[in-house]
């Protein structure tokens, strides 16, 4: 055929046929009258031959292992109807607490969801455990096929010497977690040949577990040539308590940061040379509103533990607020209050804290939705539902509220029972006065209603449902973003019912 | 019906979790049901609660709704909850939206109906109609004109063809729609979709023999059976109309919906239903068109039956079906196809093409079938170990591995340009997977 292709594909115009030497064809061709006639029936009767005497290919594949069998029976009909939903839903919450109605069921994925899951499961950082759980041995047996998914096996120590840099972090991830001795010794092998780029990927992974032991690995990073390597070190130096970079920094801010006849005495630090190696020309603190020099008033402060203020100026940290507050640079400082109880995960800070935000609004333009969320973590669950419940309690707190939705949505955490109790009546109330009002400005912010839904109690859902009749819906304006958090509500209703 | 089974009406996952959010009673008022039909009323953003009514018989449906979505929420939910209560319709006599709803449709069947009483009165043998002794001598005309051209074409050469504007074929397909013969169009407006990609001159050079070949075909009509002869008009575009149709008597039996596949071309969706059926033994395709996101006439889902009368569109190998309402929509009742191995369905195939040389897609149920993946491609193996060549179409192959885990497949599919296009599978353990 390829002399046929060949003269077809440059025309026969150019090149000409010799039928004589085509004897596959030569007698189908030779009714034609003209060239072009007989290529035509030649190839009428090629096409019709390769479909008929289709020969497929013999292939000699090495067999392949089956599947282990399993234990635990597949999802039925109405289970897997959920689970197709969950998975195209792509939320990693929802997708999370399916998977452990699963495995509470004691029943399996069906296999045919595997190949979407495992496409997306790690980029939603779906928890490794539970999604092995949920679909059984198949999905480590599917995902030894295909070389994206390698990601879901179990690593083994020659993943360190031979695997991709992805592979390599995670072992190392692994190996702090489990053989902190193990991961020191590959922390030294690795420096000595990483790029940057890797320096960086691995200095971010020192984060979980940090402990004093990690100082010497960091500290010698503030030195590093390149700028991205010494921004990755530098945050992470600052959450191990005393470094030789915190008491630097407490040297640094005895100048600038005093207490004198119980008045906090604030300054601007004078930036000599020698310190922008601790990052003062490295960190900007402008998104915050801060000047260059209150940034790095800022910057200085948010290195110290909070906790070293409350033993020198025996203050409390509610006190210490409040006269930060009243002194000249009062942004700055709980600002860096602020980010320093984060670094340090100090809880007493933090509440005390999130209470000043929460009687300031000036400050939520200073302290943004990211830094407010971290904070609102580092307290514990029945303080912080103490905060919110009261928060909640005036109706035009609540509305105020509702324009920093952050405080109620941004953390990852379930809400408890109480407090979602509590959110949907006032978010009812509020909408309701907000409707007679003709008030349209705050829609928009409502957008985050499901993921409220998500991290709401299950339980509640006939309650919630009740509070929001179809009829309040209505033609209002928020009635699409109620109806997306009630539709979230009810999926996740029939979901439990369906799973448990 | 079961909630499952309507997920496939679903046009997208988010439609259907939008759907679900409405199949509850609470949510709608004047709810009722009488017959296959029901209907209610559901709150939307408009002022005007909005009137929803599907017949569940063929799950057509009705909707003051603004969407173009089709079938919209509202009905989505509403057979959602009738799946899950039925209860909470009450059976009502039907109000009066709905039975003008219902009359319409009767009246639209009643007009078909009374088509094939005048078609029975005298006027129903194509052959003998004046009008079509016109109709095929323009297209022989406009048949001579291609035949030119793909002279032409070879004289030009493939290199030099691929380099022309989509509108110098659509120049071609509009002459062929002046002939009367838009089943040539297609194939014409197809070619330029054939030049792309590894082994376009193969593919191209394929197309433009089965063109020839049809052309040639038709140039004889006169001297072919009666039922090749209605096979080569409806290539060419010779069309029966369902009225036609609906006056044949056709095989009543349970058809089991095996499998369906959607292919769109700008505004333009067909969808291929395929189905089994349980005593005749036999498939039958179902083909529908919509347009601008119009509804399917036959919205019947994998998984479920239809206990009914079909008739076969003539043919020298009737393969093109229409329902004949009404047909009862239930549960399907387990696929019980005898799968053929790949060397038998080859060979079944081979004897089709010798029946209808032009047989461009057909269904293959294929049983022993293993799959493998090398590197990013998965590979179908016969149980002889002949590689089953994959459709370029189709994007789920490794959910054919992840469903095997190892242990050989039963699979349903469309023998489609020598590549299958599985559309559903049957494990080991008799559980019947769509693919659609």
Not at chain 1, 267 to 274: V, Y
Not at chain 1, 288 to 307: F, M, R, T, V
Not at chain 2, 102 to 130: C, F, H, L, W, Y
Not at chain 2, 275 to 298: E, K, N, T, V
Request: with cysteine; glycine share 6%; aromatic share 10%.
């Amino acid at each position: 055929m390829s002399t046929l292709l060949h003269a077809a594909t440059l025309g026969l115009n150019r090149q000409r046929i010799r039928w004589e030497q085509e004897t596959e064809w030569s007698d189908i061709a030779a009714a034609g009258t003209s060239p072009a006639e007989k290529l035509l029936r030649v190839l009428a009767a090629r096409q019709l031959a390769e479909k008929a005497a289709f020969e497929p290919e013999s292939i000699l594949l090495s067999e392949t292992e089956a599947a282990p069998p399993e234990k635990r029976p597949y999802l039925d009909a109405a289970g897997a109807h959920i689970m197709y939903q969950v998975i195209h839903a792509r939320s990693r919450r929802l997708l999370e607490e399916a998977l452990g109605l699963l495995v509470k069921k004691e029943e399996l994925l069906s296999p045919e969801y595997l190949p979407l899951l495992l496409d997306i499961a790690d980029e939603l950082e779906v928890d490794k455990k539970l999604l092995l759980q949920a679909c059984g041995e198949r999905l480590h047996w599917l995902a030894a096929k295909r070389p994206a998914w390698l990601i879901y096996l179990p690593l083994s120590a020659e993943s360190w010497k031979t695997g991709s840099l992805q592979q390599r972090l995670r072992w190392f991830v692994q190996q702090r977690a489990q053989q902190p001795e193990t991961a020191h010794s590959l922390w030294a092998g690795m420096k000595k040949t990483a790029s940057s780029d890797e320096l960086i990927a691995f200095t971010q992974l020192l984060k979980p577990h940090l402990s004093e032991a990690d100082e010497d690995k960091l500290e010698p990073l503030l030195d590093h040539r390149r700028k991205d390597v010494r921004t990755a070190a530098f945050p992470l130096l600052t959450r191990i308590p005393d470094t030789e970079l915190i008491r630097r920094m407490k040297k640094r801010a005895e100048s600038c940061f005093k207490m004198e006849k119980g008045v906090l005495k604030v300054a601007l630090p004078e930036i000599r040379k020698e310190w922008e190696r601790d990052g003062f020309s490295v960190f900007s603190y402008a998104a915050s509103g801060l000047g260059e020099k209150a940034g790095y008033l800022c910057h200085l402060l948010a290195c110290i533990p909070p906790d070293h203020w409350e033993k020198s100026f025996q203050e409390s940290p509610e006190k210490l607020i409040t006269k930060a507050l009243n002194s000249k640079w009062a942004e700055a400082v709980v600002l860096a209050f602020t980010l320093a109880s984060i670094r340090q995960r100090d809880a007493k800070w933090a509440t005390e804290l999130l209470k000043t935000i929460f009687q300031n609004s000036k400050l939520l333009d200073v302290i943004k939705p990211n830094v407010r969320v971290e904070l609102i973590q580092l307290i514990p669950v029945a303080e912080r539902d103490r905060l919110f419940i009261k928060a909640m309690s005036e109706s035009e707190r609540f509305d105020t509220l509702l324009v920093d939705f952050s405080l109620i949505i941004d953390h990852d955490d379930m809400l408890s029972q109480k407090v979602a109790w509590t959110f949907y009546q006032k978010l009812r109330d509020s909408l309701i006065r907000r409707v007679e009002r003709g008030d349209q400005r705050f829609r928009y912010l409502l957008y985050e209603l499901p993921n409220v839904a998500l991290r709401t109690p299950i339980g509640l859902y006939p309650q919630i449902a009740a509070l929001f009749p179809y009829e309040l819906l209505g033609n209002g304006s928020y009635r699409h973003y109620l109806e997306e958090m009630l539709q979230t509500l009810d999926f996740r209703y029939k979901m439990y019912k369906t799973f448990t | 019906m079961k909630p499952d089974q309507i997920t496939s009406l679903a046009p997208s996952p988010d439609a259907l979790r939008r759907a679900q959010s409405l199949a509850h009673a609470r949510k709608w008022t004047d709810l009722g049901q009488s017959g296959s039909y029901l209907w209610g009323s559901c709150q939307g953003s408009g002022s005007k609660a909005y009137l929803v009514a599907v017949d569940t018989s063929d799950f057509a449906s009705k909707c003051t709704c603004p969407s173009r979505v089709f079938p919209c929420k509202h009905a989505l939910g509403m057979l959602l909850l009738f799946a899950g209560q039925p209860e909470s319709l009450p059976v009502l006599a039907l109000p009066e939206w709905v039975g003008e709803w219902r009359r319409s449709r009767e009246g639209r069947a009643e007009r078909r109906e009374g088509g094939i009483t005048n078609n029975e009165q005298g006027t129903r043998k194509v052959e003998g109609n004046p009008r079509n002794d016109k109709r095929i001598n323009r297209m022989m005309l406009g048949m001579q004109e291609l035949e030119v051209w793909l002279q032409d074409i070879l004289q030009m050469g493939l290199a030099e063809l691929s380099q022309q504007p989509f509108e110098y074929f659509e120049g071609v397909a509009a002459r062929m729609v002046d002939a009367q013969a838009p089943g040539l169009a297609g194939l014409i407006r197809a070619l330029p979709g054939s030049m792309a990609g590894e082994g376009w001159q193969e593919r191209s050079l394929s197309q433009i023999g089965h063109i020839y070949l049809l052309l040639k075909a038709f140039q004889k009509l006169e001297q072919w059976p009666e039922d090749f002869q209605d096979e080569l008009k409806s290539l060419a575009g010779i069309h029966v109309k369902k009225d036609q149709l609906e006056a044949k008597s056709g095989i009543s039996d349970v058809w089991e919906v095996v499998g369906k596949r959607t292919e769109s071309q700008d505004r333009l969706e067909m969808q291929r239903l395929w189905l089994w059926g349980h005593h005749s033994r036999q498939f039958a395709l179902l083909i529908d068109f919509s347009f601008g996101g119009g509804s399917f006439s036959y919205n019947y889902m994998p998984g479920t039956a239809l206990a009914g009368e079909i008739v076969f569109y003539p043919g020298i190998l009737p393969e093109r079906a229409h329902v004949k309402l009404p047909v009862k929509v239930q549960a399907g009742e387990g696929v019980l196809i005898p799968g053929k191995s790949f060397s038998d369905f080859l060979n079944v195939y081979a004897n089709a093409l010798s029946i209808n040389p032009f047989l461009s897609t057909y269904p293959a149920w294929l049983s022993g079938v293993s799959v493998f993946s090398e590197a990013e491609n998965i590979i179908l193996l016969s149980d002889g170990g002949k590689k089953i060549p994959l459709h370029p179409a189709f994007q789920r192959s490794w959910e054919l591995l992840a469903v095997s885990g190892g242990q050989p497949l039963s699979i349903f599919g469309e023998w489609l340009a020598n590549r299958l296009l599985p559309l559903g599978i049957l494990t080991s353990n008799y559980r019947w997977i769509n693919l659609s």
